[in-house]
């Protein structure tokens, strides 16, 4: 059975997490984790996804895997969650802040629309003193 193999995907592993470290998740030996990174052997291809998997889920987690609209984003190991290769996350705080901030906005949005037909309304008035026009009644009642 064919299989494509990550190179990369176990080399972020064991930066992560040092070779004894790879070698523990993946559950075999550190010489078998050795054969792999060097190439001297390969790994099954349940074993490539395993060491995939580790590798996305040590590092970040990509949520395009869930649905594309979030293809740029990634949730990672820190907590945060990164938009594209942006230097500083959102943490769970900064979320729920835009969402009040994003309401209060909607909220001073509408307030302003109202008060800017406040002031045409009181434009449209005449000034105070101001005779009122008398309209006279052209049927001759």
Not at 27 to 35: D, E, I, K, L, Q
């Amino acid at each position: 059975m064919a299989h494509n193999f990550d190179p990369a995907a176990l080399e972020a592993l064991i930066n992560q997490h040092g070779m004894n470290g790879a070698a523990d998740r993946l559950r075999v030996s550190r010489r078998t984790v050795y054969r792999w990174r060097n190439g001297i052997t390969r790994p099954t291809a349940h074993v490539a996804r395993l060491i995939e998997l580790e590798a996305l889920v040590s590092a970040s987690f990509n949520l395009g895997l869930i649905n594309s609209h979030w293809d740029e984003w990634t949730l990672h190991h820190d907590g945060k969650l990164y938009f594209n290769h942006w230097r500083d996350g959102f943490t769970p705080g900064d979320i729920r802040a835009a969402f009040y901030q994003r309401q209060a906005y909607q909220q001073l949005k509408a307030e302003n629309a109202r008060l800017q037909q406040l002031v045409l309304d009181l434009q449209e008035q005449p000034a105070p003193g101001t005779p009122i026009p008398i309209i006279k009644n052209v049927h001759g009642d």
